[in-house]
């Protein structure tokens, strides 16, 4: 009997579940749904539990990954706190182990998707993942190695004061990276000073046909971002940058970024940076936990 790889990326509006023949990187069978968080933990596992088990039919679970949002302790097996989903504390490891068996991992979505665009790369030292949708997030892989931090908290760009006096974030303070170039922060922004419900996708479409306010905002956002990641090549040097997300992954959006960056990183002899566009698709977050499970758990 063939058995069954699952990854599954939860995120604040949707979790996706994938299933994988062993050793394919294609999954055979993908699933959405809503994560509504505000339900409950144990309402969510339930519903997660249906899925997988209906998924793997009467295959055997050979490894998972589970990886979400927030502060993910791998080593403690726990969900420490995430903003996003409004859960803290949560024993994720043990919760899914329950019905998926032991041979799994837990880990923070961008460090998943980190090391998914690490392992599609061949022989380079080092990549940092920045992803921009809704948030902004980052995660960093040295020589195969994901840098979590002392307190399982590293890459929380979004949420570094990049304005002083800038505008509120949903975190409480003001002038963060993500109220000013993420795309909540641009909905918000465009709510309070037109008064309108705009989502990211027409912001960026009426910018990108010379509508002056939109415009402006997004060069703004885009100028911002492109000098804090080009901040973020000089102090840390990696090999390659990578930009996923929606918002990031918008060709418009994108040229700008890239552009703020090619003028104004830091040029020291041999410095050579690749700025790529995520190349997994649909998402770096489940092949990335795949691989992450499949290091982990040997045969
Ligand atoms: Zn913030």
New binding site residues.
């Given amino acids: 009997m063939p058995a069954v790889d699952i990854a599954i990326d939860v995120g604040g509006t949707k979790t996706l579940v994938s299933a994988f023949d062993e050793k394919e990187v294609e999954p055979y069978s993908s699933e959405e749904f809503p994560t509504r968080p505000a339900e409950g933990i144990d309402s969510f596992f339930e519903r997660l539990s249906n899925i997988c088990l209906r998924m793997k039919g009467s295959r055997n679970i050979n490894r998972w990954g589970l990886c979400t949002a927030g502060a993910v302790s791998p080593e403690k097996g726990k969900l420490i706190w995430s903003p996003n989903l409004g859960w803290k504390d949560v024993e994720l490891f043990k919760r899914a182990s329950s019905f998926l068996g032991t041979e799994g991992v837990i880990e923070n979505d961008c460090n998943a998707a980190a090391f998914g665009e690490w392992e599609f790369r061949k022989d380079i030292e080092s990549l940092i993942y920045v992803t921009v949708s809704t948030g902004i997030g980052m995660g960093m892989v040295v020589r195969g190695k994901i840098l979590r931090g002392a307190s399982n908290a590293a890459g929380e760009i979004?949420?570094t004061i990049v304005k002083a006096d800038g505008p509120l974030?949903?975190?409480?303070?003001r002038g963060?990276l993500?109220?000013i170039s993420g795309g909540r922060g641009l909905e918000i922004r465009a709510h309070d000073s037109l008064g309108i419900e705009i989502g990211t996708k027409e912001i960026t479409d009426r910018a990108e046909l010379n509508e002056p306010v939109f415009k402006e905002m997004i060069t703004e956002a885009s100028e911002t971002l492109g000098r804090f990641l080009c901040n973020l090549i000089d102090s840390l040097d990696p090999s390659v940058l990578v930009i996923g997300g929606s918002l990031g992954k918008n060709r418009y959006y994108f040229d700008r970024i890239l552009k703020t960056i090619e003028e104004n990183y830091y040029r020291v002899p041999g410095k050579k940076v690749k700025i790529e566009l995520s190349s997994i698709e649909p998402n770096p977050n489940i092949l990335g936990i795949l691989s992450l499970s499949r290091k982990t758990h040997k045969d």
């Fill in positions: 979004g949420h974030c949903t975190c409480g303070r963060c993500q109220a």
